[in-house]
């Protein structure tokens, strides 16, 4: 018989209400704004990630294999300051996936057309369809976010979205899509630590903007918008889950088995394949002149 996966890891909020809520939640941190957990014990370890996370992609394959097979709609968001490791996150969910039932959306910036939209109508043709499961690189909540406290939108238009998002939200979900938000929590020091590390490695200019370095002079603004996200867009149909990701590696697993955990997938049954007998050498072909790639390692 083939190898099923293992069955998933619990998680998300047992017994949350998904019939009721609204605005007027208290946020779910319960340190001080500004301030998140320390990370416990020390930083994880390459070797035991990479272990760790090969269980987590056979499952997150399993999943996926639910997914197509029922025609599930999944919308998953990914919000949190500059820094806080969201592509990470992100690129560790789909490494081992296919990309044609995940989907991976980071909007640019709005067009003039856009902008004379109704602000949530942009994010729409985005959502997903049966079969997919649509990640959002930020998403909607960059009104809630980067938009007011860097002041690309009014004060008014900010408090009309955080009376708008919970609606919307709300009918995302009764139409059948299963929207899981994630809000990445990063201490301050860390996120300095990770700005000068753009800064002084090579590899990591291109993730430098001038407007994280304007963003970087704000944390109290951003900790007061996020705190009004929570109070008003965590509702019992579209929760918000924080994850204190100063280390990394256990801010990605604990996410990524989260997420198992609120995904109601069956454990599939691998089918019991071998390969067929082939014919190989029975064919001798033309030299061709065609050009190499060197070998230089």
Partial sequence: MGKKSKKKRDGGRAGHDTSTGGSGQSAPIDNKPGETKPVEGKPMKNKEYREQLKQVHAELVAMQEWVRST?????????????AGKGGVIKALTERVS???????????PTE?????????????????AGEVVIFDRSWYNRAGVERVMGFCTEEQSKQFLSDAPEFERAMVRSG????????EVSDDQQTLRLQSRIDDPRKYWKLSPMDLKSYTRWDEYTRA??????????????WYVANTDDKKRGRLNIL???????????????????????VGAYEGPSLPVTRVPSAF
């Fill in 71 to 83: 025609g599930a709609k999944i919308c998953i968001v990914f919000e949190g300051r500059d820094t």
């Fill in 99 to 109: 990309p044609r039932i995940f989907r991976v959306v980071a909007l640019p910036t």
């Fill in 113 to 129: 057309r856009e902008k004379s939209q109704m602000f949530l109508q942009r994010y729409v043709p985005h959502l997903p369809a």
């Fill in 177 to 184: 899509i299963l929207l899981i938000k994630y809000w990445l």
């Fill in 226 to 239: 996020r705190d009004d996200m929570f109070r008003y867009t965590d509702t019992g149909w579209a929760p």
């Fill in 257 to 279: 088995t989260h997420l198992l955990g609120l995904v109601p997938y069956t454990p599939l049954e691998a089918p019991d394949v071998e390969l067929p007998k082939r014919t």
